[in-house]
């Protein structure tokens, strides 16, 4: 085992138990105080390159990415100081300017600054008010800078690295929501400073605490109990016949090629990235765009990995060389002579083994290994616990839950197929769990079914467009009265109810799902409480008109809607509805068929290569998800069945895209299935699943081009 410093290596699993004092006691003090001590190095070095001293005066260029290669503020922070923390993930907007790597200029905000001078002056000067702040604790002062509000993360680590002794190294405000709860109470509704300042007051009232380095604070609470409830699974070949293992082993990294492309973290966004990709491999991939997404998607996966993610080594599509762990960020390696893209990894040989083969393992260098995989890669092992939650991507539960905390509603949108309503009801579970007395690892392990959703603190709506007020808050409605005929009676609805009985259970969460929240009119349905919605204003009380009740929404109920995209774009949504609720995206993963073929046709390549061609025509909004090939979180391989998906479910949704024009729907499906002079489809291919899944992969055949 190669040994390695990065972020969690080094120590034992938590106690099952959970519980704090059994973490406590279990919690290595010795490697504790070996961490904080290298932690600490990495700190000084940070503030020696970067004196407080120097900022009014640093230059745009020491604080910027995408400046060719230097060592500046943002990359050393980002890239380069993972013992202090990590603030990876994203866009390079949560830096507030960066230099374009393909195409000249910076990016800032255009909207408030005419110039990146007259941005970087701002920023600058809000960094410096920020430190200043920071140097007599007045936290919520710094949350409200102008200048730094897109830059929680960033300005949550640099007020850390020059004020250690006052903050704790945890930057997402979902990770510091995830501790406080754990640990007691922090109001939710504190920005990110403010809210780590609160939890550093908690954590340091606990005599269990008493004489612990934050450094030591922060590394403990993600031993004991990580927000981060699952880890990315991944296998990676070293060079094609595994030529570069033994380098890869003795050295303690994974490598791939692609070199033409440079280093990675000098790439600002992952759209930048690919355009790039696509400019210096579009030869390589004979101009296949699906081809050339999905090999650009696989290299910036290495930019995506975080300590605690596994990677599985393999040669070829049934040997597995070993199973490791990884213990640092990517890192872009010169001395090398080709295969500069490396990422630590911590490497266990033992479990080297030939498995079944994986037929999409001959044309990926990374992929991501299904849990069925995965088992038997590891199976007869014994191997730190890795919590994988049941086909949604990871952290993903975790993101919701935050945003519903913190904004009291959430919609999940994206286009048709793309698990909203599954996700949905897999987060109701998740959210209320506790109250439900579920096993956190039975519950992610397991599929939302009936039974299973019969959460007694979970009430489901759909929307439409004659459902109203009457319904949700309170109306006159018709009833039948013995011996007087129908009557119009004043009837509480179920939002009404709802905030009742949330009101009156203050200890527990309730949770509204509402399915198609898109297809009623959401402003008449909720009338005068859009307003106590926000967080703000929960817990004050208004007249209703009909009753003459008062009403309060309790802090306690929280509202998930799910949204089709394809039907209405959120843009259109009302204006006071978008302030009011959060938005989560959910997009086409064709990588869940991955390795699935029916007939010659991969799954994965043609659900990527028909949605680019929707994108270029239809927009993005108006995909194709994965779910329409799959059954039961398995892809459908069966030609009968796939071919039946496609005339009953698929094709509609493409006629509808098309309008019925034919020329579209050739783009779409292939001359082979589609007559565009003729305004016809190939009844007969249609009719054949064979001839289908042959007709599509003439029209989406794809160039291996393997690294």
């Not at 612990?212 to 016949?241: C, H, M, T």
């Amino acid at each position: 085992m190669s040994s390695s410093s990065g972020w969690m290596e080094g120590f034992s699993s938590p106690p099952p138990s959970g519980d704090l004092a059994d973490a406590v006691a279990a919690w290595d003090r010795g490697k504790g105080a070996q961490f904080v001590q290298r932690a600490e190095q990495k700190r000084q070095e940070v503030v020696g390159k970067f004196p407080l001293a120097e900022w009014p005066t640093l230059p745009l260029e020491r604080y910027a990415v995408g400046v060719g290669g230097a060592e500046t503020f943002c990359t050393l922070l980002e890239f380069r100081s993972q013992l202090l923390g990590s603030i990876k993930g994203g866009s390079s907007r949560k830096l507030l300017i960066y230099k374009h790597k393909n195409k000249p200029g910076w990016y800032f905000d255009t909207d408030t600054y005419a110039s990146e001078v007259e941005a970087w002056q701002d920023i600058r000067n809000g960094f410096v008010d920020a430190f200043a702040l920071a140097s007599e604790s007045r936290f919520a002062e710094i949350d409200q800078i102008p200048s730094l509000r897109g830059a929680g993360s960033l300005k949550s680590k640099a007020s850390f690295v020059y004020f250690p002794d006052r903050l704790l190294p945890i930057y997402g405000a979902e990770a510091v929501h995830h501790f406080s709860q754990l640990l007691g109470s922090v109001d939710a509704s504190l920005e990110r400073l403010s809210a780590n300042r609160a939890l550093f007051d908690l954590v340091y009232s606990m005599s269990e605490f008493d004489g612990w380095s934050p450094f030591e604070v922060g590394r403990f609470l993600y031993w004991w109990n990580d927000p981060r409830q699952s880890e990315r699974i991944v296998k990676i070949a070293p060079g094609e016949g595994a030529r570069y293992w033994d380098d890869c082993r003795n050295n303690g990294y994974i490598c791939v090629g692609w070199d033409e492309i440079g280093d990675l973290s000098e790439f600002p966004t992952k759209d930048e990235f690919r355009q790039s990709f696509a400019q210096r491999f579009h030869e390589l991939y004979n101009g296949h765009q699906g081809a050339i997404t999905r090999k650009a998607n696989e290299l910036w996966t290495l930019r995506e990995l975080e300590e605690g993610d596994v990677v599985v080594a393999n040669k070829g599509i049934s040997h597995v060389m070993a199973v490791g762990k990884v213990t640092g960020p990517y890192r872009w390696d010169d001395s090398r002579s080709e295969y500069k893209h490396t990422v630590p990894v911590d490497w266990d040989t033992s479990f080297e083994k030939d498995i079944n083969p994986e037929k999409s393992w001959s044309t990926r260098t990374v992929a991501p290994i299904p849990q069925t995989v995965y088992r038997q890669i590891v199976s007869g092992k014994t191997v730190s616990k890795v919590k994988t939650l049941a086909d949604v991507p990871p952290g993903l539960l975790q993101e919701i839950e935050g945003a519903l905390v913190r904004r009291g509603q959430v919609i999940l949108h994206g286009p048709p197929g793309t698990g909203k309503t599954f996700t949905a009801r897999l987060l109701s579970r998740f959210f209320l769990r506790e109250q439900a007395g579920h096993d956190d690892e039975a519950l992610l392990a397991s599929k939302p079914g009936k039974n299973a959703e019969r959460l007694p603190y979970l009430t489901r709506v759909t929307f439409h467009p004659t459902y109203g007020y009457e319904e949700f808050v309170e109306g006159y409605r018709p009833v039948l009265h013995a011996g007087a005929g129908l009557k119009l009676d004043l009837r509480d609805g179920v939002f009404k109810r709802l905030c009742r009985a949330a009101t009156s259970d203050p200890g527990s969460r309730y949770l509204l799902l509402v399915d198609e929240i898109n297809r009623g009119n959401v402003p008449r349905i909720l009338g005068e409480l859009i307003t106590l919605l926000e967080m703000d204003k929960r817990g004050l009380s208004t007249r209703l008109p009909q009753s003459g009740d008062d009403l309060a929404v309790p802090p306690n109920l929280y509202i998930l809607g799910t949204m089709n995209t394809a039907d209405r774009s959120i843009r259109l949504l009302d204006a006071a509805l978008r302030r009011r609720f959060a938005f989560v995206e959910l997009m086409p993963d064709a990588e869940l068929l991955s390795g699935a073929f029916v007939g010659e046709l991969s799954l994965q390549a043609f659900l990527d290569g028909l949605n680019n061609r929707i994108i270029e025509k239809a927009g993005r909004e108006k995909q194709v998800g994965h779910s329409f090939f799959l059954e039961s979180g398995k892809p459908i391989t069966d030609p009968v069945e796939f071919s039946r998906r496609m005339r009953q479910e698929v094709i509609p949704l493409l006629q509808e895209y098309a309008f019925d024009d034919f020329r579209d729907l050739e783009y779409y499906l292939g001359s082979g299935v589609v007559n565009a002079e003729h305004a016809a489809f190939a009844d007969e291919v249609l009719a054949d699943p064979d001839k289908l899944a042959a007709a599509l992969w003439d029209a989406y055949r794809v160039p291996t081009g393997e690294e």
